[in-house]
């Protein structure tokens, strides 16, 4: 038979690219960093090629090692499908989901979420990783991750999209503004007024950056905020406009945010879809159909709950 590398030889690849080093690569697998190299090195010998560039504290993939990740990833992923596959047949939901959440939507959706994943399914482990839309989207392609919920995604070739709701998004405005006082804001009145958004990757910001096409309002591209939190309080002190998603509003806004007031534009309105995407042709497609039942659930009850409205 020709010789195949183990699902370890694999794993220790992969860290020691993602870390650069061994011995962090070795922490991350829980083993001691000579038998991570001694397995390093006799998958290089039984491939017949150098896959890492080692050189005094740093390790890099060789152009050929950089391929074999990306195949790694892949082979990778498709073990965790067949292990996936086989629990689903027992009730499991395939015992392990690992879940990409935006930071724009996920933290204000898990909370409801969780408890009724847990009662429904009392066996499934959930790990959480939190990143931008476009990064969770490359991470669900190449099998990182699961599935992820965030915003709808630009380009749909590679992934599967279940929408789960239409999030209202709300202008923000310091409380002593010239326009925090209008009952009927319009998309002309924003012209000449400067525009706040999150940095590169935040889906987010295409909506800040059409709003600022079709109002003739400023995007003060020098201030990127890191977070909405950062936003919220750049706002705050007068450094322009921004905008805020109806669940994150819901959550940091009632009853604590007296600097800030929210606006909708009565001909503009402002919404987003956010949704549960997957690689297109999983295995598991049918766990994650589950799954977005179980998100569509709690996206429908929110949808139904009173969101911010201007003061």
């Not at 990143?131 to 190449?142: G, I, K, M, Q, T």
């Not at 925090?180 to 002309?188: I, R, S, Y």
């Amino acid at each position: 038979m020709p010789f195949r590398p183990s699902p370890r030889q694999l794993e220790y690849l992969l860290a020691v690219i993602e870390t650069g080093h061994f011995r962090e690569a070795a922490r991350l697998c829980h083993v001691s960093q000579p038998t991570l190299s001694a397995q390093l090195q006799l998958l290089e010998e039984q491939l017949g090629a150098p896959l890492i560039d080692r050189t005094p504290g740093r390790a890099r993939p060789t152009p050929a090692g950089e391929k074999v990740a990306i195949l790694a990833r892949t082979a990778l992923a498709s073990l965790d499908e067949i292990v996936g596959v086989a629990r689903q047949s027992a009730g499991q939901m395939g015992g392990l989901l690992r879940l990409g959440v935006a930071p724009t939507f996920g933290p204000y959706y898990l909370p409801r979420l969780l408890p009724l994943l847990h009662e429904t399914y009392p066996d499934l482990e959930i790990y959480i990783r939190e990143d931008r839309a476009h990064l969770l989207e490359d991470s669900v392609a190449d099998g990182s991750i699961d599935c992820a919920l965030a915003p709808q995604p630009a380009e749909r070739d590679r992934l599967d999209y279940r929408e789960l709701m239409i999030e209202p998004l709300f202008l923000g405005m310091p409380s002593r503004h010239r326009l925090a006082q209008v009952e009927n804001l319009t998309t002309g009145m924003l012209e000449g007024e400067r525009m706040l958004t999150l940095g590169p990757g935040h889906r987010l910001s295409h909506h800040v950056r059409a709003l600022c096409a079709d109002s003739g309002a400023v995007l003060r591209e020098e201030y990127e905020g890191t977070s909405l939190d950062a936003l919220r309080q750049m706002v705050s002190i007068g450094m322009g406009l921004s905008v805020f998603p109806a669940l994150y509003a819901a959550s940091e806004f009632v009853r604590r945010e007296e600097q800030v007031v929210l606006r909708q534009i009565m001909d503009r309105p402002l919404m987003r879809s956010v949704g549960l995407l997957w690689r297109r042709g999983h295995v598991r497609a049918e766990h994650f159909q589950s799954f977005g039942d179980a998100c569509r659930r709690i996206a429908t009850e929110l949808s139904g709950q009173l969101l911010p409205e201007p003061e």
